[in-house]
């Protein structure tokens, strides 16, 4: 075995001493500087009992990284279970976020603060009980010279883009689009475009009102 070092009362944090510190040094050619092998397949491998209250479980510094990954984890046997959970029970009202990722720099234009990628089932799915809750979905976009929500599904052939179902509407609304802006520029608030003179059988916008209501209503002020 590559030799490495265990330190018992280590380095000092503080005004405490840490309990157990392993410590790889630089040319420790150690694949993991602190390794555990549980070949127990019902015991957990690993299990951290912390009464934490102010400060983090666990604080991983990794500012030297650039090509490689922070936590790499990988799980290709999972049938019901999942690669990583999170669980909140508490019942604070108190504003916070169960889990955060944050890209902090704004010259780092080309990164993605989050990545889902789904080559079946699902790519995203929100399930939001409380029905006097917050949105389901609810974007704070600074925006202000390209698109807040951008959707490509060019490959689509007959399947809807977009289906929204609300069966139960009594006085509220399946879609609202309102903007308050003051500004004279000439602009279209909707644009439904049907863009290839070949698309001979394509209808731009449907209609379709079954009740006795009408089917469109137009209110506006005209300039003659």
């Known amino acids: 075995m590559a030799k490495g070092t265990i330190t018992l009362s280590g380095s000092t944090v503080g005004t405490k001493m840490e309990s157990l510190e392993v410590e790889q040094g630089a040319t420790g050619a150690v694949a ?3 390794k555990v092998d549980n070949n127990d397949t019902d015991k957990q491998a690993i299990v951290v009992e912390a009464a934490n209250i102010d400060a983090d479980v666990m604080d991983i510094t990794m500012d030297a990284v650039t090509t ?5 984890i990988t799980a290709d046997g999972l049938t019901t279970g999942s690669a990583l959970y999170i669980d909140s029970d508490s019942s604070s009202t108190g504003t916070r976020s169960i889990a955060s990722v944050i890209n902090n720099n704004t010259a780092a234009t080309g990164a993605t603060a989050l990545t889902l990628q789904a080559d079946a089932g699902r790519g995203l799915f929100i399930d939001s009980n409380l029905a006097a809750g ?3 979905i609810e974007i704070d976009s ?3 010279t390209t698109n807040c929500v951008s959707i490509n599904a060019d490959p689509s052939t ?3 883009v977009m289906d929204v179902s609300a069966d139960g509407l009594t006085t509220g609304g399946a879609l609202k689009i309102d903007s308050d802006s003051s500004s004279t520029s000439a602009r279209n608030i909707v644009e ?3 863009n290839n003179a070949s698309a001979t059988s394509a209808v731009a916008l449907k209609v379709q009102q079954d009740g006795d209501a ?3 209503v ?3 002020r005209i300039n003659v």
């Open 192 to 194: 439904i475009i049907q």
């Open 32 to 34: 993991g500087a602190f």
């Open 218 to 220: 137009f209110e506006g």
């Open 134 to 136: 917050g949105p389901s």
């Open 142 to 144: 600074e925006k202000t």
């Open 214 to 216: 009408p089917a469109a």
């Open 158 to 160: 007959t399947g809807t």
């Open 68 to 72: 490689a990954k922070g936590i790499d």
